[in-house]
Antibody
Framework: QVQLVQSGAEVKKPGASVRVSCKTS????????LHWVRRAPGQGFEWMGW????????KLAPKFQAGVTLTRDTSTSTAYLELTSLTPDDTATYYC???????????????WGQGTLVIVSS | DIQMAQSPSSLSASVGDRVTITCQAS??????LNWFQQKPGKAPTLLIY???TLETGVPSRFSGSGSGTHFTLTISSLQPEDIATYYC??????????FGQGTNVEIK
């Protein structure tokens, strides 16, 4: 079955960087775009961006174009979200989510990772 | 960015009641709308996509309708396991693909 398993919670100091992993299984990793979504405490969901696992191309929402990098490792079917220059405003749960439709970047997401809590605090 | 206004923010209903949640987009998104269910401590699960298509495995008491700017999610007969927060999300052409603020559904 399709599974997206994310790395564990992180506590970071302001100015630090963090990398969140999303290890996938149960489907063809390169056939489906992966999205990243976050939810800050008391806030709604924010779509951050997607990555094309085949090409490595990514697209980020304007809000996240600074300090966010999406990458992937096709040999391990794993996607990564890297956040740099962290501030307390980056405290959130970060989710990866698989695009439902093969080859599409703007469709429904049918499987989500369990979420990774990143806390930024001095 | 397209804004998604979801209402109500919370509701309380009895088991067996019909429940309706609405989502209004600030501009037309055609039929490019998802509905998700999220239970505490869990990731969201897809209920409905393309505004009205039921995801595989989702009970038929859930239904979606609408297009353009106005959408509804209906639970025809509320069950105890439906206690959750429900979110709409638009995915029309250009990102970002924005979410509604959520509707918390409780049992009366």
């Amino acid at each position: 079955q399709v599974q997206l398993v994310q790395s564990g919670a992180e506590v970071k100091k302001p100015g630090a960087s963090v990398r969140v992993s999303c290890k996938t299984s149960g489907y063809s990793f390169t056939a489906y775009y992966l999205h990243w979504v976050r939810r800050a405490p008391g806030q709604g969901f924010e779509w951050m961006g997607w990555i094309n696992p085949t090409s490595g191309d990514s697209k980020l929402a304007p809000k996240f174009q600074a300090g966010v990098t999406l990458t992937r490792d096709t040999s391990t079917s794993t996607a990564y979200l890297e956040l740099t220059s962290l501030t307390p405003d980056d405290t959130a749960t970060y989710y990866c989510a698989k695009e439902r439709t093969r080859g599409y970047s703007n469709g429904p997401t049918d499987h989500w990772g369990q979420g990774t809590l990143v806390i930024v605090s001095s | 960015d397209i804004q998604m206004a979801q209402s109500p923010s919370s509701l309380s209903a009895s088991v067996g009641d019909r429940v309706t949640i609405t989502c209004q987009a600030s501009q037309g998104v055609s039929f490019h709308l998802n509905w998700f269910q999220q239970k505490p401590g869990k990731a969201p699960t897809l209920l409905i996509y393309d505004a009205s298509t039921l995801e595989t495995g989702v009970p038929s008491r859930f239904s979606g309708s609408g297009s353009g700017t106005h959408f509804t999610l209906t639970i025809s007969s509320l069950q105890p396991e439906d206690i959750a927060t429900y979110y709409c999300q638009q995915y029309d052409s250009l990102p970002p693909y924005t979410f509604g603020q959520g509707t918390n559904v409780e049992i009366k």
